[in-house]
Nanobody, 121 residues
Framework: QVQLVESGGGLVQAGGSLRLSCAAS????????MAWFRQAPGKEREFVGT????????HYTDSVKGRFTISRDNAKNTVYLQMNSLKPEDTAVYYC??????????????WGQGTQVTVSS
């Protein structure tokens, strides 16, 4: 079993930055990939980015490339999402996920509760 707890969300002005954290416990070290997804009001959950177990590989959705960066500290069992140049359309609940597949689909076994990010214009 893996438990995931997100933190770091909040309200920020457009152009600003936030760093989300996802603290993992349990069998987190056995997970091959950690990912971030988001869900805006009235929309389906969408993939944001993913990182491999060693951090050697990352993959992002096109809308965040060059603005968001995923990293992980395996010693702390924590994954981060650094978000720069935020836009109002980035407003969403952000979810951390863990799984065995390095994928942009939602085939992740474990999910956090989410953290709200609101970007004002």
């Amino acid at each position: 079993q893996v438990q995931l707890v997100e933190s770091g969300g909040g309200l920020v002005q457009a152009g600003g930055s936030l760093r989300l954290s996802c603290a993992a416990s349990g069998r987190a070290s056995s997970m091959n990939a950690m990912a971030w997804f988001r869900q805006a009001p009235g929309k389906e959950r969408e993939f944001v980015g993913t990182i491999s177990r060693t951090g050697a590989f990352t993959h992002y959705t096109d809308s965040v490339k060059g603005r968001f960066t995923i990293s992980r500290d395996n010693a702390k069992n924590t994954v981060y999402l650094q978000m720069n140049s935020l836009k109002p359309e980035d407003t969403a609940v952000y979810y951390c996920a863990a799984g065995w597949l390095f994928t942009q689909t939602d085939e992740y076994a474990y999910w956090g509760q989410g953290t709200q990010v609101t970007v004002s214009s």
